[in-house]
């Protein structure tokens, strides 16, 4: 054979094909990955989008103070209910007042709390996948049912749980007259330390969504958060009364296994 026609016999072979293991074929990526708002933005059109809603927030957060404002004094006499009729003193000019724009600042967050999350999602959502989107409307939800869940219980249970606890220990003692302004703060501080805390199963939900920890680990640890629910009720309730912190811890340790069979629901 002569030297042109190898050539010929070389350049009629097949072309060389690329190593490719059990023949794989090429997967497409997953649509719920994708960024359906993605849009390139600067540095500075960021910040100006971030300045824009925490505007739209603040006016938001003030007009719910103003308008709770308005109606204080039927939120006052709610808010008053589970004194079960102990007089209240004003003890310096203008007391009530102050206890007024108090009452009306706090209404006013809870009032304007989802408009101001309705801010913040519209903030991050064009840099959030379909899958992450997926994720935030119920952890959204979930939150703001237990926040309310948290006041609910603290109306109904903690705060005249507290109070008859005090009532019972100087009855025949002394004559049930509260200042106005320290019942108030009292009352504030238990109803949003409350709703707070009945955000544990949602920081769970987040922490078994990212990786972070497993239900097998959040029930490993279960003697540490027995020992965190006892400081929690010791810290976050404003009466020292053993009944409250008690009742505080309990629902601190319900919320979290009930966390933690929400976790292992979600296969995490």
């Given at each position: ?10 350049t ?15 997967t497409?990526d997953d ?11 600067s540095?500075?059109?960021?910040l ?12 938001g957060?003030v007009?719910?103070m ?19 009729g102990?007089k209240?003193?004003?003890l310096?000019p ?9 009452v ?7 009032v ?11 903030f ?5 996948s ?5 994720i935030?409307g119920p ?27 005090f ?19 009292f ?9 707070l805390?009945?955000?544990?199963p949602?920081?769970?939900a ?5 990786g ?13 958060v027995?020992?965190?629910?006892a400081?929690?009720g010791a810290?976050l ?22 966390g ?9």
């Open positions: 054979m002569t030297p042109s026609s190898d050539l010929e016999t070389v009629q072979q097949d072309p060389p094909q690329l190593y490719n293991p059990g023949n794989l074929q090429p497409e649509p719920l990955n994708h960024f359906p708002d993605e849009v390139e933005m540095i500075f059109d960021h100006e989008e971030l300045r824009m809603r925490i505007f739209y927030s603040l006016i957060v007009s719910g103003v308008g709770c404002f308005i109606f204080v004094k039927p939120i006052v006499h709610l808010l008053e209910v589970p004194a079960q102990a209240f003193l004003q310096a203008g007391e009530f007042f102050f206890v007024s724009v108090k009306a600042g706090y209404s006013g967050l809870v304007a709390s989802p408009f101001v999350l309705y801010q913040i999602i519209q991050v959502l064009p840099g959030l379909l899958r992450e989107r997926r935030i952890i959204v939800l979930g939150s703001t049912l237990l926040f309310g869940v948290g006041l609910v219980f603290a109306y109904i249970a903690l705060i005249p749980a507290a109070l008859n606890f009532v019972s220990y100087g009855a025949g003692v002394v004559e049930q007259m509260w200042s106005i302004d320290r019942y108030f703060e009352v504030l501080l238990l109803l949003f330390s409350t709703g805390a009945f955000q544990i949602v920081i769970q987040l922490l078994g969504l990212l972070v920890v497993s239900s097998t680990k959040m029930l490993a640890g279960w003697r540490y027995v020992l965190g629910a400081i929690l810290i309730t404003p009466s020292t009364d053993p009944l409250t912190q008690s009742l505080f811890a309990g629902a601190v340790l319900t919320l979290y296994f009930g933690v069979g929400l976790v292992k629901a979600m296969g995490k």
